[in-house]
């Protein structure tokens, strides 16, 4: 697939979600530029290229839920792979309010 416009915005913003947080699906729409592209953001991220460098693990949705089609090995890979920057995923789901980074 080739890499659109919109896909590099998203990946950059991505870049921003440091480790230890996590970001929304919509959160990264608007950060990218694309408010209201949640679900394209999600589609970009399932063909994310970059492995390793673009942090797509870091983004869940509105409710803090894991990926069920995570591209990278499932829910369960991304649940392992946030419990070792030490984000707590009790039920397939972050909690938010502690974990969503806000900017800081």
Sequence with gaps: MKETAFMRDVYAAVKLVPRGKVATYSQIALMSGHNGAARAVGNALHVN?????VPCHR???ASGRLAPDFAFGGADAQRRMLESENVTV???AVDLEKFQWRGE
Aim: hydrophobic share 35%; charged share 20%; no cysteine.
């Design 90 to 92: 009790v039920d397939g």
């Design 49 to 53: 290229p970059y492995f390793g460098e």
């Design 59 to 61: 983004i869940v949705n």
